[in-house]
Nanobody, 115 residues
Framework: QVQLVESGGGLVQPGGSLRLSCAAS????????MGWYRQVPEKERELVAH???????TYVDSVKVRFTISRDNAKNTVYLQMNNLKFADTGVYYC?????????WGKGTLVTVSS
């Protein structure tokens, strides 16, 4: 299996920035797409962004322009740069990787946007 360790969450003011990181270890050769889901209070879990092994990115409409997903295959790490954060971005962000047999998940990192 693949093990995922997330970091970078925290408390920021509206308009601020955070960078989330997710480092993968284990069966790294099985990894295809990597990305981030988030669980926002009072809403369903949603896919925020994902990136293929070749670097093709996809974003949910609400974060386009503001967020940037990237990955460093040599370090087996995926990042989510979050700029101009809004109250609606508050939630727990979960890293995931798609592998041959399914999906592996991190434990989540909390992002709180508050004034």
């Amino acid at each position: 299996q693949v093990q995922l360790v997330e970091s970078g969450g925290g408390l920021v003011q509206p308009g601020g920035s955070l960078r989330l990181s997710c480092a993968a270890s284990g069966s790294i050769f099985e990894i295809n797409t990597m990305g981030w889901y988030r669980q926002v209070p009072e809403k369903e879990r949603e896919l925020v962004a994902h990136i293929t092994r070749g670097g093709t990115t996809t974003y949910v409409d609400s974060v386009k322009v503001r967020f940037t997903i990237s990955r460093d295959n040599a370090k087996n790490t995926v990042y989510l740069q979050m700029n101009n954060l809004k109250f609606a971005d508050t939630g727990v962000y979960y890293c995931f990787v798609n592998v041959i047999r399914g999906t592996q998940w991190g434990k989540g990192t909390l992002v709180t946007v508050s004034s």
